[in-house]
């Protein structure tokens, strides 16, 4: 069973917009991973937040953590079409990455 | 360019036949893991292995799932007799760790369909 659950499903954008996803998780975790998959290709890891951390910045992505909702975002700014992908959060706990069922963005050009 | 390689890509065999899926982990990786994807289930974590031992493998079907790594250049899933509903993108992905699960790296995944 999955141990997180991204929110929404599905999002559609105009190029330039941000992208704001969310991930839900239901135990304790060491880490919070966001993952990203093109289509027919594997999963390329985005950003690692540990637990005690609340906020991570990498390029023009942005997650944060919140443990006592149990709850991360990941925000994507100005995007672009070349970020329309399916986007996966991933909890790390007890040595085993657990991911969610994926959020499909797509941004139009 | 260090990568996962996985083998092979796409595969179509019948029921009841035996599949086996081959992963070679980046060299120096020390965990490698097994997953799952389909459209009704998402990412499944079937079994993964931390310095060639198996550390957890309750998510794959004893009866007919067995996954192994012979060396560590080497990790197999093996699936017999296969069945439909085996059908799916298998991905194998590696990683770096003492205790904590951090960055994974994933192979391109091997797409099995079973008729």
């Known amino acids: 069973s999955q141990q997180g659950e991204e929110d929404p499903q599905a999002l559609s954008i105009q190029e330039g917009e941000n992208a704001t996803m969310n991930c839900s998780y239901k135990t304790s975790i060491n880490n919070l991973q966001w993952y990203r998959q093109n289509s027919g290709r594997g999963l390329v890891h985005l950003i690692l937040i540990r637990s005690n951390e609340r906020e991570k910045h990498s390029g023009r992505l942005r997650v944060t953590l919140d443990t006592s909702k149990k709850s991360s975002s990941l925000l994507i700014t100005a995007s672009r079409a070349a970020d329309t992908a399916s986007y996966f959060c991933?909890?790390?706990?007890?040595?085993?990455?657990?991911f969610g069922k994926g959020i499909t963005l797509s941004v139009r050009p | 360019d260090a990568r996962v390689t996985q083998t092979p890509r796409h595969k179509v065999t019948e029921m009841g036949q035996e599949v086996t899926m081959r992963c070679q982990p980046i060299l120096g990786h020390n965990t490698v893991f097994w997953y799952r994807q389909t459209m009704m289930q998402g990412l499944e974590l079937l079994a993964y292995f931390r310095n060639r031992a198996p550390l957890d493998d309750s998510g794959m079907p004893k009866d007919r799932f067995s996954a192994e790594m012979p060396d560590a250049t080497l990790a197999t899933l093996k699936i017999q007799p296969s069945e439909p509903r085996d059908s799916a993108v298998y991905f194998c992905a590696s990683g770096s760790a003492d205790k904590n699960t951090g960055e994974l790296f994933f192979g391109e995944g091997s797409r099995l369909t079973v008729l």
């Open positions: 991933a909890t790390g706990a007890n040595s085993k990455l657990t």
